[in-house]
């Protein structure tokens, strides 16, 4: 047989990928100062199933609903619009910025929506109002005191009849008579803002078709048990109890006042 006929020496195939070595599955081959050791495979301690702490569970918030109501108060809402003028109320918050809103409160037990929205103006800003037409509710949610509130304000427009801007209740910075195109910038929530929209469009029609085109007001009960209230009002002892306004039916009877801001007497 000639050299080039010779058979040639077969080739060692290189191990194939994914091949595994030989040897048990949960142990490992290691060389050590020439000696072989068997090394366990970690995997066995990951798969000893180990002790967990059980979960505490969560504290859940308790829920409770809220009702309030309110009103935006107009001195010279029978004249030009150049001339009316709101009642709104200034509450420093924990930046210290000035935030203005409509007066509002809890509805109280044995009140009615409309009665507390003039109670509430009148104990918040000092002046007495009555009721003219609804404006609409605003609905949120708040987290107070470990307890998750759902508050709904109910407002109405209301026409001035009498007394001063005082600021004697704790919870009110300041107060003050506000122009009626000046609302859109001043007051700091987009829903009381709104609100002041559908007033201008109810004042309109006031001027325009009269009292009776105002749209008649939702009948509302007097509210049958005590509600939970998210901050307590607190009143020095020796505050005046302010007045609380007249009823529907002795509108027109009580002579409207004059208005002042607190900066000498108003027109």
Known sequence: MSDGEKAKPRRRRGRRRGRRAAGPPE???????????????????????????????????RTVHETSAGGLVIDGIDGPKDGQVAALIGRTDRRGRMLWSLPKGHIELGETAEQTAIREVAEETGIRGDVLAALGSIDYWFVTEG????????????RFLGGELSDEDVEVTEVAWVPLKELPSRLAYADERRLAEVADELIDKLHTDGPASLPPLPRTSPRRRPQTHSHTRRRPDDAPQPSLGVERSDRGKMEPGRRTNGCGQGP
């Open 27 to 61: 142990a490992a081959l290691e060389h050590h100062n020439g000696a072989i050791q068997i090394k366990k495979d970690s995997s066995d301690a990951a798969s000893k199933p180990q002790k967990t702490r059980p979960r505490r569970p969560q504290d859940r918030l």
């Open 147 to 158: 307890r998750r509130v759902h508050k709904t304000v109910h407002h109405y427009l209301m």
